[in-house]
C-alpha cells in the first residue's frame, strides 16, 4: 500500500543497497508514462528499495523559486500509475533541501513485478522538467537492459590528489551534459564535477558543508536527462592534516 501523504521536506535518512532479484525485467527505454530523456529537473530523485518497500527523497541540487511546484508519481511499466497531490513552494529555497517521498510498504499489494518508476516533475514559470528514477519488483536486468541505463553508476572510489584535494571518481555510463551530483542533501556545485562517458569525477573537498573528517554512508546520486542513478557510497577519512576540508 502506499502511503498518501504529500511531498513534505524531512529529515535524511541513510539509504541502503537494494536486495538482488532473480527475474528479468523490462528496459528503461520501455517504461510508460516517463519520457526516456528530457529536460533534467533543478534535483534529483533518490530511492531505497528492499524487501518489497521503497522510499524516496527529491533533492533540489538548485535553487527553488517561490511559486515552483513538485509533483509525484509512481508508474509501473505496465502503464497504470499512482499520481499524488501536487507542493507548491512557498519561498525561495536555496539547494539542498531533501523532500521526502510518499513511502510504498507493499509492491505486492499493488504490482508484484516489473519496472517501477518514482518521478517528480518540476514547473518554473509554466516549463516542466522531471528528476526520476526506477527500480526492479520482482526481477533484474541484464546486460542489454542495462545498455539503455543512463546514468549509471558501477562504482565509486576515493583518493588524494596531487593538491591533497579528496577526489571521488564515479564510474559508470554517463551523458555529455553536466550532471547533477548529490550526497544525500549535500549538493556538490559543478565547478567541482568533470564528467566523460565513463567516469564522473569530484572534488570533496569543494564540496560545502561536507564533513571528511568522519566515515559515513552516502546516498550517491547521479542525474541526466531527466534521470537519475543512486548507490550506496562509504566515505572513509584520510588521516587529519593529509587531506584539504570541505569549506
Not at 526516456?36 to 523559486?65: C, D, H, I, R
Not at 549535500?186 to 565513463?198: D, Q, T
Not at 546516498?219 to 572513509?236: C, F, I
Request: net charge negative.
Amino acid at each position: 500500500m502506499i502511503d498518501p501523504s504529500v511531498l513534505a521536506p524531512a529529515p535524511r535518512l541513510k539509504s541502503v543497497k537494494p536486495a538482488s532479484r532473480a527475474a528479468h525485467v523490462q528496459k528503461r527505454a520501455a517504461t510508460t508514462g516517463v519520457a526516456a530523456a528530457t529536460v533534467q529537473a533543478p534535483g534529483v530523485v533518490q530511492v531505497e528499495y528492499l524487501n518489497g518497500s521503497a522510499m524516496g527523497w527529491f533533492v533540489n541540487t538548485k535553487p527553488l523559486p517561490k511559486g515552483a511546484t513538485l509533483a509525484l508519481s509512481v508508474i509501473h511499466d505496465n502503464g497504470s500509475e499512482i499520481d499524488c497531490d501536487p507542493l507548491t513552494i512557498t519561498e525561495d529555497l536555496g539547494a539542498g533541501q531533501s523532500y521526502l517521498l510518499p513511502k510504498v510498504s507493499s509492491f505486492g499489494d499493488l504490482w508484484s513485478s516489473g519496472v517501477v518508476t518514482y518521478v517528480v516533475y518540476v514547473t518554473i514559470n509554466g516549463q516542466e522538467s522531471q528528476a526520476a528514477a526506477d527500480f526492479a519488483v520482482g526481477g533484474a536486468r541484464n546486460y542489454a537492459d542495462l545498455q539503455q541505463v543512463v546514468p549509471l553508476i558501477t562504482s565509486a572510489s576515493q583518493s588524494l590528489s596531487g593538491s591533497n584535494d579528496m577526489m571521488l571518481a564515479i564510474k559508470g555510463t554517463f551523458a555529455s551534459e553536466p550532471p547533477h551530483v548529490a550526497l544525500d542533501d549535500f549538493v556538490v556545485p559543478a565547478s567541482a564535477i568533470s564528467v566523460s562517458a565513463r567516469e564522473i569525477a569530484v572534488n570533496l573537498s569543494k564540496v560545502p558543508g561536507l564533513d571528511l573528517t568522519t566515515m559515513w554512508d552516502y546516498a550517491l546520486t547521479v542525474g541526466q536527462g531527466g534521470w537519475s542513478d543512486t548507490t550506496v557510497y562509504r566515505y572513509t577519512p584520510g588521516a587529519p592534516g593529509s587531506f584539504n576540508p570541505a569549506p
